[in-house]
């Protein structure tokens, strides 16, 4: 359905983009994870036909766009980041234009708009200005505003940026109903529980580059720790991570508010020994917890930084 | 077809839902141009002028400088009252008179004597009020025929004059300066006046005296026809500002189409519009139909509304105003595509294409007309196109010409559209940032 082949984008001295290759096929969910100015936009921006690349090609069904008003176009929907809305229209005059954009007209292009508000959820609110609508709601209009054309590819650029988690659990459903119908979908995100829930494939970018491309259990696979360790320490600014690391069976070591996250390969093994070391060394604890290692702690193993720091 | 027309109308509706936009579009043009009609004449005699405020300091106190105010009170432009210089001064500097008159002591005799040429001239003292150079030359040409008629009355018929050329004559005798010849031909002259003066104080004389009452008068009188489109036809002063207001402010408009493109380029719509199978054709295209409507119909309103209210008639081509407007309207609107093209930021973009557009309203007289500018300046005019539409419309409506001179500002205008729009889609950034 949608092949990226070793795109490659350079504004200036800046590599935004560097060689950046992976492929999805129809009814796929393909997560681009990775912390803010990463590259994930550019490759979405190439992909959508609004950049071109200095290198690399993009097919949808082995063809390329090859000018504005390419055909291949039609296949595509795009949600971008920034909210692509009239303010001062209704939802339905919203809908309308970016309908007729695509050609779409009378009986046809209000069936498509009916349908597009009735699965986001504001067909009782199509006459309603968009400046009265919340963020939510406005994010939610803003996917409507991809589907009008019936797409094949979905172009997702963090389409849950500055959403309540009612409506980010809303535009899921969305997605997963989208999903469920055959479409492709390319989502970008630097929030790991959204491409863990979501995606079939997830890209992991950093730097313009891909640091790691599998599904959800074979990135897991590629972490030299199978469980994380958090204790929840009473004075966790007496400890520094570098000591923790210095012990035995130790693989990763995290401190962030207040919480020491540390992974180890044979939790029951290596749990005991640890938590001794702290308590000999005078740091106390008031709660233990084990976690599975999630798409945070591979990225931190993948780049050596934490995705949100990064972001 | 139907995404061209999906772009046009959505301008359409975004603009005409913005209530805001539309009151500074259209009701603040009205407002603006009714109001600068008004000040420069309006329909002919609509606009009572203000007078001019002068003061008189009258040190002399003769017949003669009295006879001085008096006449210059008799003129219409004139709002003359007697003060002291004191107050006169504070008056003038404070802004509240115009000018000051102050007449010296011995004005009356001493005007008289220098009227031949036997004594020194006197001097009026004209204190005035630096704002208002061109009152005051008004001021200085009415004085000059108010003194000649006032003290060349006294001198032929009233009784200070007779006393005055006999001291003139007398002191012409003991004159040894002066060639005997000359002073013969003097003597004979003001005999001549003494002899008129006492004939027009005989009491038998009375219509001798009712025709050199008013002393020497002006031998010439002037007659004004203002040319417009027909004789009998007066001009209207509101043509000119509704047509100069409604271009600075559709330039506006235009300015504003380029600011909300060069906006646009930064939000998620131009990507939704990008991403969309359109020509970059379509998208300028579209644009610029819109806003050559919008700016269409702002003319057509403010057209409509002077014809209405204030009577102001396409005295000449009909088709040739439609022309101009049209012209016009497509050279705004790429006048707004092109500031789109050139802007980086839309902050720095505002400023220089506001610069821009008042340089333009400033030079194509939609201010004051260009005939008050300086030679080199008029010259420069010639290539700015606004100065072609304000001729085109100026020329369409109050001077009554016909189809053909709307040709030559179409024409420039229609360049200038070719100019900009040429700019516009060599210099647009069509990628998203």
Known sequence: MLEVKKLAKRYGQLTAVDGISFNAGRGQTIGLLGPNGAGKTTTVSIVAGLLQPDSGEVLIDGAKVTSDTDPVKLKIGLVPQDMALYEELSARDNLTFFAALYSLAGAKARSAIDEALKLVGLLDRASYKVSTFSGGMKRRLNLAGALLHDPEILLLDEPTVGVDPQSRNAIFDNLETLKKRGKTLIYTTHYMEEAERLCDRIVIIDHGKIVANDTLQGLHKLLPISNVLAVELDQPDRLKTQQIMELPHVETAELKQGVLRVGVHNLSGDAPGLLRWLSDNGHTYHHVSSEQPDLETVFLTLTGRSLRDSS | ?433
């Open chain 2, 1 to 433: 077809m139907i995404q061209f027309l999906a772009l046009v109308r959505r301008d359409l509706l975004i603009f005409f839902g913005n209530r805001k936009a539309v009151m500074v579009s259209i009701v603040v043009p009205i407002v603006l141009a009714s109001f600068f009609g008004y000040l420069f004449g309006g329909r002919r005699g609509e606009a009572a002028t203000s007078k001019v405020s002068l003061l008189a300091i009258d040190q002399d106190g003769s017949d003669i400088s009295r006879g001085l105010i008096a006449q210059l009170a008799t003129e219409s432009t004139l709002s003359i009252k007697p003060e002291s210089l004191e107050t006169a001064r504070e008056l003038v500097r404070k802004g509240k008179a115009t000018a000051a008159l102050v007449i010296p002591k011995d004005f009356g005799r001493d005007a008289g004597q220098a009227l031949f040429g036997s004594s020194a001239k006197p001097e009026i003292e004209v204190l005035y009020d630096p704002s208002h150079n061109v009152e005051v030359s008004m001021v200085k040409g009415l004085l000059s025929g108010a003194v000649m008629q006032t003290v060349s009355k006294e001198m032929f018929s009233g009784p200070a004059g007779r006393e005055m050329v006999n001291d003139s004559i007398a002191r012409l005798i003991d004159d040894s300066q002066m060639p005997a010849e000359d002073r013969r031909a003097l003597r004979n002259l003001l005999g001549g006046v003494r002899d008129w003066n006492e004939r027009l104080q005989s009491p038998q004389n009375g219509a001798s005296q009712q025709r050199l009452s008013g002393g020497l008068r002006m031998p010439y009188s002037t007659r004004e026809e203002a040319i417009t489109s027909g004789r009998n036809i007066e001009y209207n002063g509101y043509a000119h500002s509704f047509a100069g207001m409604g271009v600075q402010f559709i330039l506006f408009m235009g300015l504003d189409v380029g600011i909300a493109l060069l906006t646009l380029r930064q939000t998620g719509l131009w990507q939704r519009l990008r991403a969309a199978p359109l020509s970059r054709t379509m998208l300028l295209g579209s644009r610029t139909l819109s806003a050559a409507l919008i700016a269409g119909l702002i003319l057509f309103v403010l057209f409509a509304f002077a014809r209405l209210v204030f009577g102001v008639h396409v005295r000449g081509s009909l088709p040739g105003l439609i022309g101009v407007c049209a012209a016009f309207s497509l050279m705004t609107a790429a006048f707004g595509l092109m500031i789109a093209a050139l802007g980086e930021t839309v902050d720095t973009t505002r400023g220089y294409s506001i610069m821009a557009t008042l340089f333009m309203v400033m030079l194509g007289g939609a201010w004051v007309p260009t005939f008050v500018f300086p030679a080199w300046l008029q010259k420069a005019a010639m290539f700015v196109p606004t100065r072609w539409a304000i001729e085109g419309m100026d020329g369409m409506t109050w001077r009554g010409l016909g189809l053909s001179s709307a040709l030559a500002p179409i024409g420039v205008l229609m360049l200038f559209t070719l100019l900009f729009g040429i700019i516009a889609v060599l210099r647009f950034r069509w990628h998203v940032d």
